[in-house]
Each structure stands twice: as C-alpha cells, then as structure tokens.
C-alpha cells in the first residue's frame, strides 16, 4: 500500500510541477507578447501567435496579473473576468498561443457592419472572427448588391420653360426635373446631370451639337431637384444622361442590414469564405451572347473568390465596355457595367452550366434579357 502511494505521490507532484511550470512558461509569452504589441514589433507576434500575423492591430487592454489558468483537455486557457482569454495547445511542440478571445481589434465602423449583418458573432474566438472580419469576398457580395439596386436611382423628366422668349436671340430659361426614387439621399457630387445642346440657323445645311455638363444638386429620398439651363431660339437643350459617382462609402452609410447576410452569404457560396474551393469558374474566360436584340462578345477574368472583372463590346468587339460582379457558388451573378470610370449599367443572373442569363439595366432605367455562353 505505502508503494502505490509512493508512486501516486510521484505521479501527481510530476503533474502538478508539469501544469505549474507550463503556466510559468504561458505568463512569460504573453508577458512578450504584450510587449511586442506595445512595440509594434510583428516579427516577435508573430513567432508567439502566429495566427496574428495577418491582424491590422491588437487589444493590449488585458491585465497580466488577473489572469487564471486552467487546464481543459489538453488546452491551457488564461483568461480575467473582463472577457479576454488566450489558448494554448500544450500537446505542440512549442508552447504558443493557438487562439484567444476579445484580442484582436478592428475599427468601430467595421465591427457595426459586422454586428449588423451576422459576421460577428457572441462568443466566437479572435481566429474565427479574424476570418470572418477578413472576407473581402462578403463585402464585394454586399457591396455588388448595392450598387445593382442603386445603379439608377435618379430618373429624369421633361424640359420645362420658365422663362419663354419672343425673338430668336432671346434668352429663355427652363430646367429639367430629377427625381431621387431610392430610399436614401445622393449628395450633389454623387453624379452629374450631362446633356446635349444643338444650335441651328434657318438657311444653313448643318447644326452643331455640344456636350455640356451640369452638378448634381443634394436630393433626399423622394425628393425632386431641377437641373436649370438657358436656351434660345437658334438652339435646344436634348438627349439627358445622369452619370454617376456613387462612393462606396455612401452605400455603406446607407445600407441597413437585416442581420442575416453573412448567413445568406455562406449558404449562397457553399458555406465556404471568400469562394474557396467553391468557384464555379476560374482563370481567363471568353464568352458570347446578346444584350437584348444586339449580339455581344466579352471575356472574364476569375481571380481570387467570388470577384472577377472583365471586358465587351457590341458587333464582335471586346473591350468596349468594363465589367466588375460577383459569382456566388449557387450561381448568382451581379455585376455593373462601367465606361471610361463611370457606372452606366448593372446585370443580375444566373450561372447554369456555361451559360448567364438574367437582366441588363441601362444607365436610363431601361432593361435588356442577357446571355453570357461561356466558352
């Protein structure tokens, strides 16, 4: 009897030394790893958390001397009462730390974001949440989205006269209505109101046409602004065209998230992060179809994740007209088309086999069935 005790004496004080001394070590990385937040030093983080190499910045906010330790399974936990907690996998070869918890920080307005629509999440570790945080992909996924359903937000109505004239050198005024029919208020330097100015001569053969260029002026939900010109009897303002400039800074601003898509994000890509393993096409392609009645050719480009960007043209060109969406795993497609920087058009699909087809809306509201035969 007094051998087995011996040996279970032995047995326990080895255990105990083992767990004291692994906690020893444990106090003394995060000991260096604070310091090493403190001094920026990203070789050092790295080497004592390497899970942190790819984090923006840290919270140093956690205080050495109130951590407990404790052992759960083969995982030596330090944690205080204010919610941070740092993991260590003791059955490594070298002690680090492999997770933690309310450590990593992101700014203000990108964990809104992510409260807001699912992203973060109560309880989930810096690593999960890191991953999360980091899915580029998503925010071209919301952000695609947005720009498909505030891609023509402003439409334009007819000239009105308000000042007419008598003689031919007279000068009349009028101004055009726009009307803001989206659900949130565009600045003024959110697009511009461009249109086309003819001058004619009686007796003469040709006429002379311009383009002119007025800002946009702030218009709120619903509400309806004028575009002002001049105009006489030898010429006429015609052919109106909104182009846009909408930062994505202002669809963030206005975007209100229901809290489920991140949810819908994973369920729509496979349940994967940022596409991987579940694009549906990748690397260079080509492809050929219509836009309503005329005939296109274009090619895409799948880089990395959901996002490609690709080129178009009518008549058997094809790099008249930019594109730049997202393809989602279960096939989903928005894109928006652009032309020397500026948006003047978005498509919304669907990807079956090798083919797209869904919805073309032009920069004057009016919409095409498309077909993209992927070769």
Known sequence: MRKYFILFTVF?????SCN??????????????????????????????PAAAGVDSMNIGFDLD?????????????SDDAGHAFYFDTKSDTLCV???????????????????????????????????????AFDDYVLQKL???????????????????????????????VTNHSDIAFRASDYEFRYKYTYYYAGMDNEE?????????????????????????????????????ISDQTLMDAFTPNGNEYDEYLAAN?????????????????????????????????????????????????????IEGTLMADGQMVATESEDGEICGNYRGTLKGSQITGKFTNGKGQQFDFVWNIE
Not at 42 to 48: K, Q, S, V, Y
Not at 280 to 305: E, N, P, R, W
């Open 98 to 136: 492999v997770d933690s918890k309310g450590i990593f920080y992101f700014p203000a307005y990108r964990m809104k974001f992510a409260k807001g629509t699912g992203q973060y999440k109560e309880g989930l570790r810096d690593v999960e949440l890191s991953k999360r945080m980091n899915d580029r």
């Open 270 to 322: 496979g349940g994967a992060y940022g596409g991987e393993g579940k694009a549906q096409l990748t690397g260079h392609k080509t492809f050929s179809g219509h836009i309503g009645k005329y005939s296109v050719k274009g090619t895409l480009d799948f880089t990395t994740g959901n996002a490609f960007t690709g080129k178009y043209g009518y008549h058997g060109k094809t790099d008249e007209e930019d």
């Open 147 to 177: 720009r498909v359903k505030y891609a023509n937000p402003i439409s334009v109505g007819e000239f009105v006269v308000t000042q007419d004239i008598f003689y031919a050198m007279d000068t009349g005024e009028g101004y055009v209505p």
């Open 12 to 16: 326990f004080m080895s255990l105990t």
């Open 209 to 245: 046409t311009e383009s002119r260029t007025l800002k946009g002026v702030d218009l709120e939900p619903g509400e309806t602004g004028r575009m002002t010109m001049n105009f006489n009897g030898h010429g006429y303002p015609h052919s109106y065209v909104i182009k846009y400039h």
């Open 20 to 49: 004291y001394f692994t906690k020893r070590k444990a106090a003394d990385i995060l000991t260096q790893l604070k310091t090493a937040v403190e001094t920026k030093n990203r070789d050092a983080i790295t080497n004592l958390y």
């Open 66 to 78: 109130n951590l407990k330790y404790e052992m759960v399974n083969d995982t030596l936990v330090a």
